[in-house]
């Protein structure tokens, strides 16, 4: 096996959003061809025509570029591999391994009642002799024999024994070949060394290497010369991605879609360090670390089996604090597709190292400086009637405020002074007294420092913003 180049793939289903969990299969193919100087192909699995859509395609290939996983070969296309799987089905009927099955689901609870889900398939046609036709999936047939054991660099030796394993089908009754059989055909032809993907799929892994050991010698001398992987592929199943209740991550339950966390704002190189943790961890007390160590670190042995926590806070917080670090400029231009021409404005690059302060996905920028470009605040009524309308200081410290504006000097440490002082005229802290200040200015409660930010809003602006407010409170707003 050593000598074997390595030829890994990721070999996703397009059947909905980009799954974080297939994110992190894609990062340790990635990963571990990087660094065994290996080549990592990327094949599309579009064989399930009723389930695919060509824009999960599309989702793939640019979640893919977003995280920084370039492939080396391909996309391979199932559904363009159809002279494949029809010589493998040639050479399953030719050697015996297969037979025509016309059963339904309910010709087996006729037959078995309620232990028909736990019997699985029961061989009723297994002599039968029947040919192709509508409505009958080819099935494999599993003989006795030795026990069928999956090497695992995660697992260890997985043994199944055959009489666990069921007939299965490798044919559709529509004709399509079923996913297990399209899988193993090109795991052959195209020479893979290793399979890294999900433990989801262990259980199938026994049928594919039955699959294997029948079709890999035929295919060679059917399809002409093919890449030789030199034997069975070795495998690694990652280790099951689960909630905080330990629940099993679920498209209806958690946010598992790719394409979401980056239209929230986290930055791919936070969140391929954040997959990466996702059953290993680096040495040492690091926590996210860049690609670059990631390739010269990550060891698919050091993969660990047990289901890993997706902690989306964690993975926030390290947003935050990967946001935190950027130099302002970079923060600012990191805005861009949410802010728009707004992120190149002079004043939002003097709000950038503020706004960066305190928000921890990239797509709270905006309601954080709307109140800098436009003319009238828009009032979060919540804000309003918390900080203002039902506050009794409220009228007093924002009168004093708009007074000492007109004269302070323009320094955000001098009117945090002023606010200071109108508190203490109120009888209150300054914390208290910024709320209906920073109210009157922004329109909302929570948002970037304030003094600072008044700096920068400008005398002017400051002025006649707490006098608008003082006017709409009067006027019963
Ligand atoms: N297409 C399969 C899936 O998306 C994965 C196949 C594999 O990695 O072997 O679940
Ligand atoms: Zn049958």
């Not at 599309?44 to 060509?54: A, C, H, M």
């Not at 977003?66 to 010589?87: I, N």
């Amino acid at each position: 096996m050593s000598n074997v180049p390595v030829r890994v793939r990721f070999a996703p289903s397009p059947t909905g959003y980009f799954h974080v969990g297939s994110a992190r299969t894609a990062l340790y193919n990635w990963l571990f061809a990087r660094q065994s100087g290996g080549t990592f192909i990327l094949r599309i699995e579009d064989t399930d025509t009723e389930r695919n859509r060509e824009e999960w395609v599309e989702g793939i290939y640019s979640a893919m570029q977003w995280l920084g996983l370039g492939w080396d070969e391909g996309p391979y296309r199932q559904s363009e591999h159809r002279s494949h799987y029809d010589a493998a089905i040639d050479a399953i009927l030719g050697g015996g391994h297969g037979y025509y099955c016309d059963c339904t689901r309910e010709s087996l609870v006729t037959r078995h009642g309620e232990q028909a889900a736990v019997l699985g398939y029961d061989g009723h046609c297994r002599e039968r002799g029947l040919g192709p036709g509508p409505g009958r999936a080819l099935r494999f047939r599993v003989d006795p024999g030795k026990a069928v054991v999956v090497r695992d660099i995660i697992r260890g030796d997985v043994t199944f024994e055959r009489s666990s394993i069921e007939d299965f089908v490798v044919v559709k009754a529509s004709g399509d070949p079923l996913f297990v059989l399209a899988n193993v055909v090109d795991d052959i032809v195209m020479g893979i060394s290793h399979v890294i993907r999900g433990e989801d799929l262990l259980p199938t892994t026994p049928k594919g290497l039955l699959l294997w050991e029948v079709l890999a010698p035929v295919l060679a001398s059917v399809l002409g010369p093919i890449e030789d992987s030199g034997g069975f592929p070795a495998f690694a199943h990652l280790p099951m991605l689960v909630n905080a209740k330990r629940q099993k991550l679920s498209k209806r339950r958690d946010p598992v879609a790719i394409e979401q966390y980056r239209e929230e704002g986290y930055l791919p190189e936070v969140m391929v360090g954040y997959l990466a943790l996702l059953g290993w961890s680096p040495k040492g007390d690091r926590e996210i670390i860049s690609l670059d160590e990631m390739i010269g670190e990550f060891r698919l042995e050091e993969v660990n089996h047990s289901p890993a926590f997706f902690d989306v806070e964690k993975l926030c917080h390290f947003n935050g604090e990967a946001i935190r670090a950027m130099d302002p400029d970079s923060f600012a231009e990191a805005c861009r597709p949410w802010l728009g021409e707004r992120a190149g404005s002079e004043i939002f690059r003097r709000m950038a190292p503020l706004v960066q302060t305190r928000v921890a996905r990239l797509s709270e920028a905006p309601p954080m400086v709307d109140f800098l470009f436009s003319g009238e605040v828009a009032f979060d009524p919540a804000s309003w009637e918390k900080a203002v309308a039902g506050n009794s200081h409220a009228r007093a410290v924002l009168e004093s405020v708009a007074a000492s504006s007109r004269r302070v000097e323009w320094k955000a440490e001098a009117i945090k002074e002023a606010v200071a002082a109108a508190g203490e005229q109120a009888g209150i802290k300054l914390a208290k007294a910024q709320a209906p200040v920073r109210v009157a200015l922004t329109g909302r409660t929570v948002g970037p420092p304030l003094f600072e930010s008044m700096e920068i809003l400008g005398r002017e602006a400051v002025v006649a913003r707490i006098e608008a407010a003082l006017y709409r409170m009067s006027s019963g707003g």
